[in-house]
């Protein structure tokens, strides 16, 4: 089996200021953590400040499914390179529930990060209902297959991060078996597409992780990581998530 080097993300989702962002800086670069990569995902407009950090790896929340043109507001795979940027959130339960990311829009942006050289962490995930009636597994299956069926070799260049929408911002994070069940049929599916890429491909948890919660969960066998909103948007909490991953 691959040894895969775990992954800690913030995502600050339309949180956060500038003094977050010196603070987190600072509190990161006073605790070494060689054995994980962490990613901090700010609003884009604090990018800037986070960019070309020794400490942390910079990632945006978004990107568009175009390249360039008369998009307004938008900001493209290109321009957010160029802004120092290596990783992208694609298809967060936010982006596909509030702003009705089809599966077809989240695969053009994932062809877009790809195409420019970002790194995108593919977000899925089954809300309440679907779990309720027993559909978690269908429901899994079709969000990696609009993906990764036509590209399996985008796993490879990806990072999918499992966030159950039951759990985001509820403070009911998944059990670790309910996650680790999950993320192994995630891992299976992915194998159907390449064995090898499957392996080797980091996948996230996300939804309500915490200090206390972090540890017990990243010890599963395929949790890799995780992705977290509320909890890192203070530095001595996110860091000690960060300290459960190693
Ligand atoms: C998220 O937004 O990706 C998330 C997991 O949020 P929270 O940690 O607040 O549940």
Redesign the pocket.
């Known amino acids: 089996m691959t040894m895969r080097k775990p992954l800690v993300a913030a995502?600050w989702?339309m949180n956060g200021n500038a003094a977050l962002a010196q603070d987190m800086l600072q509190t990161l670069a006073g605790h070494a953590l060689p054995e994980l990569d962490v990613l901090i995902c700010p609003p884009a407009t604090l990018l800037q400040p986070l960019a070309h950090s020794a400490h942390c790896l910079l990632g945006a929340q978004n990107l568009s499914q175009f390249s360039d043109g008369a998009y307004t507001g938008e900001l493209s795979a290109a321009l957010l390179s160029e802004a120092g940027v290596r990783y992208v959130l694609v298809g967060?339960s936010e982006r596909r529930t509030l702003f009705g990311e089809s599966d077809a829009v989240v695969l053009a942006k994932m062809e877009q990060a790809i195409a420019h050289g970002l790194i995108p962490v593919f977000c899925l995930g089954e809300n309440l209902q679907q779990r309720q009636q027993e559909k978690t597994s269908e429901v899994l299956a079709k969000q990696l297959a609009a993906v990764y069926a036509s590209h399996p070799e985008f796993i490879g260049k990806s990072v999918v991060a499992y966030?159950p929408v039951w759990?985001?911002?509820t403070g009911e994070a998944a059990s670790p078996e309910q996650a680790q069940q999950a993320h192994a049929f995630i891992r299976q599916q992915l194998a159907n597409y390449d064995a090898e890429a499957a392996d080797s491909v980091r996948i996230l948890y996300?939804?309500?992780?915490k200090a206390a919660n972090a540890e017990e969960l990243f010890r599963q066998a395929d949790i890799d990581g995780g992705?977290?909103?509320?909890?890192s948007l203070n530095a001595d909490e996110f860091l000690k998530i960060c300290q459960s991953a190693k």
């Not at 996300?206 to 992780?209: F, H, K, L, R, T």
């Not at 992705?227 to 909890?231: M, S, T």
């Open positions: 995502n989702k967060h966030e759990a985001i911002g996300g939804g309500s992780v992705l977290v909103g509320g909890a």
